[in-house]
């Protein structure tokens, strides 16, 4: 069975999550997506994170609507700093021989891919659905040379990568922390449960970090 594993702080879940989370599914014929909520994402150790219960809560609620999704907390219960090849590991001794897993990111988190802790063997448990992102720059703008770029540095990379084909949606969880701490509607950037838990909780106000 071919399982979807989508990664992430999720500080707050967002509409974008699901929607490229759903995409993949479907168009890649995807038995189940695993959202993995991260524990101590190693890349942001120096950002204050919302506490993990919120997090995982947020996840649950998100997408207790959809059969397909399913709530994976090893990384929470896991203690100390994420890694991806870590979780995928484990995944992979779960799951057994018969799952093949595919790891879903963005594309601008596909060229910090190098930086990662094993990425050799990272692309080797999975193959890798590469969603699109907003352009920031007129240096994002090249996909292939990105992808040479990487390949280079993680041989064998350009043949485990699946771009995933689908509209750029530019929602982002560090714009909703914005939003909220300012006072402004997210209504529709998250989905409704979300939203009355993050108002319940009173997460976000005091902070846009």
Same mark, same amino acid.
């Given at each position: ?18 929607? %490229?989370? $759903? $995409? ?50 090893? &990384? ?8 991806? %090849? ?25 060229? $910090? ?24 720059? $007129? ?25 995933? &084909?689908?509209? %750029? ?23 409704? &449960? %979300? ?15």
């Amino acid at each position: 069975m071919n399982i979807g594993v989508l990664g992430g702080t999720f500080d707050p879940i967002h509409t974008g999550h699901l929607l %490229v989370a $759903e $995409e993949a599914r479907i168009k890649l014929g995807f038995g189940e997506v695993l959202f993995v909520p991260a524990g101590q994402p190693w890349l942001k150790l120096d950002r204050n994170i919302t506490p993990a219960v919120h997090r995982v809560e947020m996840v649950r609620r998100a997408i207790a609507d959809n059969p397909h999704f399913k709530l994976c907390t090893l &990384e929470i219960e896991r203690p100390g700093p994420s890694y991806t %090849v870590d979780t995928l590991t484990i995944l992979r001794k779960q799951l057994g021989g018969e799952a093949r897993l595919f790891f879903i990111l963005g594309r601008d988190t596909l060229t $910090e891919l190098p930086l990662w802790k094993e990425p050799k063997k990272l692309v080797q448990l999975c193959r890798l659905v590469v969603a699109p992102r907003p352009i920031l720059s $007129e240096a994002e703008g090249s996909g292939s040379k990105d992808l040479k770029h990487l390949e280079a540095a993680i041989p064998g990379l350009m043949d485990k990568v699946v771009q995933l &084909e689908m509209p %750029v949606i530019g929602i982002s969880s560090a714009e909703i922390r914005r939003r909220i701490a300012q006072g402004l509607s997210i209504r529709y950037l998250v989905p409704a &449960e %979300v939203e009355k838990y993050i108002a319940e909780q009173k997460i976000y106000l005091t902070s846009a970090r």
